[in-house]
């Protein structure tokens, strides 16, 4: 399967691995990011700007944004450790950008055919599995991404009648953080969870839509 796509935060680490994937596959793919195009979840005028001025349809619109370590807050271990700016900056992050993208998606998705919306969650935001504690704001903000694009596909479902919008979860992909943060996990390069995840949405159907989805196609509990 080709197309067109979009991937939110072309410039990332997994952002850039599934703009490679893509357009080694044959894809049109288009990126924004916050390096390259002034792409700042803390400007949303900006935000909604950039969107604006595309056309689409798309038939992947890919959200790779997010933060655990944001102005050098890490996850908090304590309930004491809870600060208000760093709770704010994780809902802006991993929560309200994604959101400010969300607006758009109608406008930008094909309603003739199969289209995808998903953005990369974690599975730390799922209050089911949540056994250990801790990661206060990371967790909440990931949970809240959660309700909008579960929200996102049933509003989305009543117009476009194909189209699946699902969260994702990577993994521990390799990075500066993970190496600190993912102690006793098995990691995967950005490369590798590119490619899993779009083997993942290259098996969804609408039936799957409004779920939250892990590397491995397996379902997470919210």
């Given at each position: 399967m080709t197309g067109s796509a979009l991937i939110i935060g072309a410039s990332g680490g997994i952002g850039a691995a599934i703009c490679r994937h893509l357009d080694a596959a044959g894809w049109s793919v288009a990126g924004l990011s916050r390096s390259v195009d002034g792409f700042d979840y803390a400007d949303p005028d900006a935000v909604d700007r950039?969107?604006?001025t595309l056309d689409g349809p798309f038939d992947?619109?890919?959200i790779a944004t997010g933060a655990l370590e944001i102005d050098g807050h890490g996850p908090e271990k304590a309930l004491k450790q809870i600060d208000a700016a760093a709770l704010e900056a994780q809902f802006r992050t991993n929560t309200i950008g994604p959101a400010l993208v969300m607006r758009h998606a109608a406008r930008l998705l094909p309603r003739d055919r199969r289209a995808t919306v998903a953005a990369l969650s974690a599975r730390v935001g799922s209050i089911g599995d949540n056994r250990l504690g801790g990661w206060y704001g990371y967790r909440a903000a990931k949970a809240a991404l959660n309700q909008i694009m579960h929200g996102a596909a049933i509003e989305l479902a009543r117009t476009h009648k194909q189209a699946v919008c699902v969260a994702l979860h990577p993994g521990t992909v390799e990075t500066d953080l993970t190496a600190v943060h993912g102690a006793g996990h098995d990691k995967v390069t950005p490369d590798q969870a590119a490619a899993n995840l779009l083997g993942v949405l290259d098996g969804l159907t609408p039936e799957d839509t409004g779920?939250?989805?892990?590397?491995?196609?397996?379902?997470?509990?919210?």
């Open positions: 950039l969107l604006s992947l619109i890919f779920l939250f989805f892990d590397w491995q196609g397996k379902r997470v509990v919210w």
